[in-house]
């Protein structure tokens, strides 16, 4: 029989691993789940997801100071009282689901909003969470002398893994939003109940408690090294972390920009990343300086490659045959292989040059210092530096200058016969080369284009003067990332005519005409892009366009002409236009037309039931919602088809294929009304096509939509 001390100190092994674990798999389920509840309010933009990952970096760095000075405490059972009682004031914030007043009324200062938000709703609970591996494993080496913490830490690394992988295939395709944010809630009350019982059984261990050692945090391979860290490996501990999570968020933002943001693409990207700390920290044979530098070089070669066929696509004017050349998985395989290699690299370097016992807990505060700062810089920073994402340029190449740095160093590689000071030459002189590349070719890009080009928090907007059908034609097109969202000839003699996605022969321009007929026109346009639609309006006509993004507006009047030349009154309402129209009295718009979606960072919000059900209440009983789902990527008509169906409305699919590159631009129309008047003229029924429903695409809600649903196999 075991002795009441032992059993209790089994007990408590049992316990602190529970906690360990159930705390990780807290710490990281909640950050897509807050993402994606608060993403709606902010106009769906990849940015909202690179605010959240600064506040969890942020606050995952407060834990570890807090838990690094409450260990100082000499008396363990002192310290868990602290805690319990800390951890009594954050039931207050539970739920964590935020309520509507946190909606915001416009589209200034997103960011802060975020982290105000996120501080209010969930910050207390996060940050209590992100200290207990910390204390747990102080108090498991008090408790068991002799015996290493490091499988508690691999119990953190798997329920943090858990939780990111098991969101998208799991949580998010079965619980709405709603239940998910109630089910993490009672997840934190039942981690409290087992901290309160992790902390009485110190108590009954208190006689048995030993010095701290700091050496059983860490494995054997570490808590033996006594060599002095110098200056060049603290800074080697903050700045390599930086860079891995510069990395994280870049490559994130692409994704989610090029794609759709969906937590699947934010996902991908931090388990990747979780990953490689876990393979770094775990075993030092796990990780091969000459094998993983090395394709971390061949993996952004791979990268290059396929930028340069986007841009040489895009400025000879193929820019809608690319989509057919670069298969999607194709481009997110790379990008997710080069950011494997790249963040493998960091993070196996940082492990390399890992101090001893006395320097722990400096070393684990510079890497979570640092990869709270390189979150900082891409989400604080950059925005206010540069009018492109060139901070991702920026990082890509810093990697491919650190992975040449670990190949040629690698003491095991085919360079380690070479004598240093070549090697350290060879390798400052090709950092030196490629930084110089680097900076002129991103001089010549930025100067190369008169026209303004603007960054904030919703993305990028460049403007361009382009060729159009014929090259004596020219024109300036608008594009949000690589997406055109408009064009208009500079000529004038066609600078009124409606082009791009919105030609008198697309569906739009066919729905308009039709709703002519019957006389002056209130139309509502959820996004403004440059303003094409504007052309259509006549005297009489009132055009009311909603806009989030500030810089559309102001581009959309300058250098752009389509609204100073609208002969109808035109209204702009500034904010998102979901939220706007929530808060007006009806509209009674004779058309409403949603044209925010052909972006790759599609605002799911405006696509659910909800939101269909606002639209036809700011819709007359006679009027017609037209949706724009031209989209590289996704399925969209199956979504909105399902709304129309379930409705028992008429609809009708209009798709517009030209190879007239501006002028005429592929693109794809879903009409949907509850009088079928206006879609029985000629034009709609001889050119509506038909199309097969998907039925396992269910109706979209607030509290249930999936993007990875529609997510197109390949670009074709």
Not at 594 to 623: N, Q
Request: hydrophobic residues 45%; charged residues 15%.
């Amino acid at each position: 029989m075991r002795p009441p001390k032992a059993n209790s100190s089994m007990w408590f092994s049992i316990t602190a691993s529970a906690l360990v674990f159930l705390s990780a798999f807290l710490l990281f389920m909640v950050q897509p789940m807050t993402g994606k509840m608060i993403l709606p309010w902010f106009g769906g933009t990849p940015a909202v997801w690179t605010s959240c990952l600064l506040f969890f970096q942020l606050m995952l760095l407060a834990g570890y100071v807090y838990a690094a000075i409450l260990v100082r405490v000499k008396k363990p059972v002192l310290q868990v009282a602290v805690h319990l009682l800390l951890l009594g004031s954050a039931l207050a914030f539970l739920p964590i689901t935020p309520n509507n007043q946190w909606k915001p009324s416009d589209g200034d200062y997103p960011t802060t909003r975020i982290l105000l938000m996120l501080m209010a709703c969930v910050g207390w609970p996060y940050f209590l969470l992100s200290a207990t591996s910390t204390l747990i494993q102080s108090w498991f080496a008090r408790v068991h002398p002799g015996q290493s913490t490091y499988r508690l830490y691999t119990l953190s690394n798997i329920g943090s893994l858990g939780a990111i992988i098991g969101y998208p295939f799991f949580v998010e395709t079965i619980w709405t939003t709603g239940e998910q944010g109630s089910i993490w809630s009672a997840g934190f009350i039942l981690f409290a109940i087992g901290f309160c019982f992790l902390g009485l059984q110190l108590w009954t261990l208190r006689d048995c408690v030993h010095a701290n050692d700091d050496a059983r945090l860490l494995p054997s391979s570490i808590a033996t090294r006594s060599t002095e860290p110098t200056w060049q490996d603290r800074l080697t501990w903050f700045l390599l972390p930086a860079l891995a999570s510069m990395m994280l968020l870049g490559v994130t933002n692409y994704l989610c920009q090029d794609v759709a943001v969906i937590p699947f693409l934010w996902i991908a990207p931090l388990s990747i990343y979780l990953a490689t700390l876990i393979v770094s920290f775990d075993r030092d044979e796990w990780y091969r300086p000459q094998w993983f530098s090395l394709g971390a070089i061949l993996a952004i070669c791979l990268v290059f490659g396929l930028t340069l066929l986007e841009f040489s696509q895009r400025y000879n004017g193929n820019r809608a045959a690319l989509a057919t050349q670069q298969d999607l998985r194709l481009v997110i395989g790379a990008y997710l292989a080069m950011f494997l290699m790249t963040c493998m690299v960091c993070h196996g370097e940082t492990v390399r040059r890992r101090p001893g016992t006395k320097q722990l807990a400096e070393f684990y505060l510079s890497v979570a210092a640092g990869g709270a700062m390189g979150a900082f810089v891409v989400a604080v920073i950059c925005p206010i530096l540069f009018s492109t994402y060139a901070e991702f340029n920026v990082g890509i190449l810093l990697c491919l200058i650190l992975a040449f740095g670990a190949f040629l160093q690698d003491r095991y590689g085919p360079m380690s016969a070479v004598s240093s000071q070549r090697v350290r030459l060879f390798v400052y002189g090709l950092a030196f080369s490629l930084l110089v590349a680097g900076i002129a070719q991103w001089s010549v890009t930025e100067q190369s284009n008169p026209f303004p080009q603007v960054r904030n928090f919703y993305g990028v907007l460049t403007v361009r003067e382009q060729c159009a059908d014929e090259p004596q034609h020219h024109g300036l097109a608008l594009y949000h990332g690589p997406t055109m969202h408009g064009f208009q000839f500079l000529e004038k003699d066609k600078e009124r005519l409606p082009t791009a996605y919105f030609t008198e022969d697309s569906g739009i321009g066919m729905a308009l005409a039709a709703a002519h007929e019957l006389g002056p026109l209130r139309v509502g346009v959820v996004g403004l892009g440059i303003g094409t639609l504007a052309a259509y309006g006549q005297p009489g006509d009132t055009f009311r366009f909603y806009e989030i993004n500030p810089s559309v507006v102001a581009l959309a009047h300058y250098p752009f002409t389509y609204l100073s030349h609208c002969s109808a009154q035109v209204e702009i309402v500034a904010g998102d236009a979901r939220l706007s129209l929530e808060r007006e009295a009806t509209q009674d718009f004779d058309v409403l037309i949603l044209d925010a979606f052909s972006s790759d960072a599609v605002p799911v919000h405006l696509l659910t039931e909800e939101a269909i059900d606002l639209y036809l209440r700011h819709t007359k009983p006679s009027g017609l919602v037209a949706f724009q789902v031209t989209n590289r990527h996704l399925d969209l008509v199956s979504v909105v088809a399902r709304h129309a169906e379930n409705r028992r409305f008429q609809s009708a699919l209009i798709r517009q294929e030209s190879t007239i590159y501006f002028e005429k631009s592929p693109s794809a129309w879903f009409l949907m009304t509850r009088s079928p008047t206006l879609l029985e003229t000629k034009e709609i029924r001889e050119s509506k096509i038909s199309f097969a429903l998907n039925p396992k695409i269910p109706v979209w809600t607030d509290n249930y939509h999936n993007l990875f649903q529609v997510l197109r196999r390949s670009s074709h």
